[in-house]
Structures are given as C-alpha cells and as structure tokens.
C-alpha cells in the first residue's frame, strides 16, 4: 500500500516542546481509541518521551468490538504496556487510573522518601492522536471542564499545564501523528476523524467505511443501511441509503454529499457502535 504524506508543522513543533520539558515529566499517559487501536497508537512516541513509564488508555471502549479490541489489550499487556480501557462517556470511574499511577510511580517516590525528600506530585504528560479523547479525559479528572472538547481534530493548540489536584498535575498537548501513514492506517484515521477530511477524498472514505462493515460487520451495514452486500460500484449503494434516509434534492435526484456527509456522521458521532476496524490478525 502506498503512503500517505500528511504532516502538519505544529505536529513537529508538538513533539520538539514535548522533548524539552520531558525531564519536567514523571508518567505518560497515551491515549488510544478502542476501534482502531493499532491506528491510533503513535508509533514514534519513544523519541521525544524517552524512557519514561507509560499508560496506555484506550478510550471509547463503549463503542468498539471489544472481542477484537480485547485482542489487542492482550497484546500491549504482553509488550509490557500498562494498560486500562475505559469508556470517557458518562459517570467514569477514574479511580483505577489513578491507582494504578500511584503504583507505577511507588518506586520514584520511594527513592525520594529514602533521601529524605517529600513526596511529589505527579506531573503527567497526556499524548495521542487527534479526537481519541485527550481532552475528555484531563476534564474527568479534574472532576470539570478545564480544557475544550471537539470532535475533530485540532481543538488542542498548545502544550498546557493543568492541575487536577493536590497529586496529580497534567502537560495536556496537541494531537500528534507522523509523517508517512500507511494506506490503511490513513483510513482508519479518517473514518474515526483524526485526520483532517480533506486529507483523503471523501468518496473513497465512505467506500472504505461500507466495504469494512460488509467485512467484517455485515449485520450493521443491513440493520443500518439496508444493504445486504456492497457493489462494485458503490454510487449504487449511495443511491439506495439515499432513497431510504431521504437524502434528496430538488426533483428527486440523490444528494450524494449528503448521503456521504449521514455516513461519516453515523460513525464520528458514535451511532455504529461494537465496531474495531484494526484487526489483530490482519
């Protein structure tokens, strides 16, 4: 598969500011999301974080396969990741990841007790790819809303400290990707809306949306769209999700924006759920 170049420059600029306060930083908390959780775990994040013990948090587990994503829990336990998944919607029980912190920074603040220093609060850098749920997080930690959400990429625009409580404090940061993200990776991104929707052609998105649901999600593409299989070619399949949800224009012809527009929507706002289009044995 072909590469797809995409880099934009504050992406750079993110990860050089990160390099210069990382000594400033005790954990990383990384963020991932449940339904492209290959995709969506940022694959050069050792060169500007060093050695420094990480959490990976996988997000939005209200909305993936969680068989499949279970598979790939599993597989980050066994590279030696700590791992919590957790659903950022509603009344999140934040008390794991935070016990959890507590005890894989038990040896740095023991050190400091044995030389007679008191213990410090953790200072916890927050990283991921864009719209994985970054923001949401650092608010139901801090118990309010202390940075803005968006469900598109871009909301986050610099690095920002925050302090959640006498315990924990936060150096919120961008979205970050790399430069050169393989075919697939691309458009996972795109259809979970972590990069930028005129990065790839709209068209081509959907298609790939439609023909990975009759793969592996068959069920969803008829209870949701009435389709029992994909065509060759799609506008076929565009015209008949227009015809049933409406999606008309003046003399009863199809509006295709539209119908695309319904699709990308069904999936950026979360109404497909039980989906993970990263699969572990792909």
Known sequence: MANINWYPGHMAK??????????????????IDARMPLSSKIIDIEEYTKNKPKILIISKTDLCDKKETDKWINYYKEKGYYV???NLEGNVNIKPLISLTEEVLEEYNQKRSDKGMMKRK???LVVGIPNVGKSTLINRLAGK??????NKPGVTKNLN???VNDNIELLDSPGILWPKLEEENAFNLA???????EILPLFDVVEYILRTLEKYYPEVLKERYGLDFVNDDVLLDLEEIGKKRGCLIKGGE???????GL????????YIKGITFDRFDR
Do not use: C, H
């Open 14 to 31: 993110t990860k050089r500011l990160i390099s210069e306060q990382i000594n400033l930083i005790d954990i990383v908390y990384e963020v």
């Open 84 to 86: 919590i998944p957790m």
């Open 122 to 124: 953790a200072r916890v």
């Open 145 to 150: 809303k202390v940075v803005n959400i968006g």
């Open 161 to 163: 400290w925050i302090r």
């Open 191 to 197: 259809t979970f809306t972590a990069i930028r929707e």
């Open 254 to 260: 199809i509006d295709y924006d539209k119908v695309m």
């Open 263 to 270: 699709i990308m929507s069904d999936v950026k706002n979360g």
